[in-house]
């Protein structure tokens, strides 16, 4: 069975800082892929950041970056520089023969 | 592109009452997938589809049908609307692998 977790159910962050939020997962499967997306209160669902799981590097995107650790099977988002759009839902997937997704962290940024 | 359409946007239904939510996906993706968001538990998969044809159950199936005649369409039909199916509909196409998923803007479905 393939599960994502995440354990956080809600942050805030004051803008400009930075955050991490969590997520762990479990899959037997070798070749899979991570993602993360982003639910604003529009409800519309958006791919932040992808990691392939045999890529030993972590993935970047402008202001977003993974922390891939495979072993412990965790793949944490870390945003940095947060900004009032960041406000929105966060939810970390896995893919392999179908697509898991985590419970969410709903994610505040304060002005 | 639209990419992925889902219509309607908000449907207010009672309990007995059948429906079809419809997807359509202008991308030339084999899989398609229906979710439901309630708070609290993600998105959970209701059924999937890896190609015209062929369809399959997720984790949630009870109460929803699905088909798949081309590749284009893949729409859910609530056979008998109950009050547990009120909740967030999104509708989701790939090609696979670690190109991810990309969502319709989702239906708002309440039964009363």
């Known amino acids: 069975a393939q599960t994502v977790t995440q354990s956080q159910p809600e942050m805030s962050v004051q803008e400009a800082e930075t955050v991490t939020l969590s997520c762990t997962y479990d899959?037997?499967?070798?070749?899979?892929?991570l993602f993360w997306y982003k639910q604003p209160p529009s409800r519309q669902m958006i791919l932040v950041i992808r990691?392939?799981?045999?890529?030993?590097q972590n993935a970047t995107e402008n202001r977003f970056s993974v922390n891939f650790q495979k072993a412990a099977k965790s793949f944490s988002l870390k945003i940095s520089d947060s900004q009032l759009g960041d406000t929105a839902m966060y939810f970390c997937?896995?893919?392999?023969?179908?697509?898991?997704f985590g419970t969410g962290t709903s994610l505040t940024v304060i002005p | 592109n639209a990419g992925v359409t889902q219509t309607p946007k908000f449907q207010v239904l009672k309990t007995g009452q059948s429906m079809t939510l419809q997807c359509a996906q202008d991308?030339?993706?084999?899989?398609m997938s229906w979710y439901r968001q309630d708070p609290g538990m993600g998105l959970r998969l209701i059924h999937y589809?890896?190609?015209?044809?062929?369809?399959d159950q997720g984790e949630v199936p009870n109460g929803y049908n699905v088909s798949r005649s081309t590749t284009e369409d893949f729409p859910l039909r609530l056979l008998s609307a109950a009050p547990s199916q009120t909740s967030v509909y999104f509708c989701?196409?790939?090609?696979?692998?670690?190109?991810?998923?990309?969502f319709g803007s989702g239906t708002r479905l309440t039964v009363v």
């Open positions: 989701a196409s790939s090609r696979g692998g670690v190109y991810g998923y990309t």
């Open positions: 899959t037997s499967e070798n070749n899979y892929y």
């Open positions: 990691q392939e799981a045999y890529k030993q």
């Open positions: 997937a896995l893919t392999g023969n179908q697509f898991y």
């Open positions: 991308m030339n993706h084999e899989y």
């Open positions: 589809s890896v190609g015209a044809g062929i369809t």
